[in-house]
């Protein structure tokens, strides 16, 4: 669905919350929403969007033509199932720039107009909000560009003897599938590089610095994080780090070291290079697996704290 051309089918505003919309000629779109609209402000859900395709669905259920800002929806558009798009997502129009923050939202019931008529409303699963990042203006007529945020992450295996080509890696393929996997499953648009290197500071140091600068979402190690003499993995991760995380790997200690002991003596770390989330791993399969599956479950919230995005409001 990249970059996907949305026809914009109307524009609405109301001046009360939980009142239906009214088209209007054209509507202002500036750093706290819809100039003139109810929902406007300093928060992350400024601008609502529901898709035609949504709505036709609906008003068969409804056995009536519904019009267009009746589910209190800012934009009304065509092109594209709004709902299977992903927060950190981006419309573009000329200079206008919205980013999607949300995917359906908490049902108002009876507050909602259209639910006290039909008992059922579409919004809460498959409207959309975004927030404003660029000014400017939008009409029924003009066409919005879909642009996917694309999640990069970065691999790094660290092993003399893999790097030299002595044995296969194994962690690093689990990892890069369970990371697919991830993604996937949270609808996400990613890029995933791998590597083998040795365990060689000045080879990480060059790799994580690139991260940085290439503006990558994650980075993910596996190997060197035990406490052999060439077990340098958490140690030069660390210089990089503007933040560190500990709850999560001092979680997985805990949380495995407490059937088997040998999990303590693990020194992972997990942290942010600015805004690049960076996580530690053990260099076996087993370890990956039990790894992954803890650390995924902060990924998303903790790209979207990054992004300066607060979905509890």
């Not at 267009?68 to 200079?95: K, M, S, V, W």
């Not at 507050?111 to 927030?131: A, D």
């Not at 399969?285 to 599956?293: F, G, R």
Request: net charge positive.
């Amino acid at each position: 669905m990249s970059n996907k051309k949305v026809a914009v089918l109307s524009v609405n505003i109301s001046e009360k919350k939980g009142t239906v919309k009214k088209p209007v000629d054209s509507i202002e779109l500036n750093a706290k929403g819809v100039a003139n609209d109810a929902h406007a402000g300093n928060w992350h859900r400024q601008v609502s969007l529901l898709a035609k395709e949504s709505v036709d669905k609906f008003s068969i259920q409804a056995k009536r033509k519904i019009d267009f800002g009746e589910f209190a929806e800012n934009i009304t558009t065509e092109g594209i199932l709004l709902h299977h798009t992903a927060p950190l997502d981006r419309f573009l129009f000329g200079d206008l720039e919205l980013e999607v923050t949300q995917i359906g939202k908490k049902c108002h019931g009876d507050n909602c107009s259209i639910f006290r008529e039909i008992g059922n409303c579409v919004m809460p699963k498959e409207g959309i909000f975004c927030r404003v990042i660029k000014d400017g203006n939008l009409k029924a007529g003009d066409v919005l560009i879909y642009h996917p945020r694309i999640i990069k992450a970065m691999i790094i295996t660290l092993s003399d003897r893999a790097s030299r080509g002595e044995y296969a890696d194994k962690s690093g393929p689990l990892l890069e599938k369970l990371a697919e996997d991830f993604f996937k499953s949270k609808n996400r648009h990613y890029h995933i590089d791998k590597m083998i290197i040795p365990d060689q500071e000045e080879d990480l140091s060059k790799l994580l610095k690139k991260a940085q600068k290439d503006n990558y979402d994650a980075v993910f190690t596996t190997g060197g994080t035990g406490i052999g003499p060439r077990d340098i993995t958490p140690d030069v991760v660390k210089k990089h780090l503007t933040k560190e995380i500990p709850g999560i790997m001092e979680l997985i200690r805990v949380k495995y070291g407490m059937e088997k002991p040998n999990a303590l003596v693990s020194r992972g770390i997990a942290g942010v290079m600015n805004k690049t989330l960076v996580y530690t791993m053990p260099g076996s399969p087993k370890a990956v697996n039990e790894y992954c599956s803890e650390i995924f479950k902060t990924v998303e919230h903790s790209l979207y704290m990054l992004n300066e995005l607060d979905l509890h409001g």
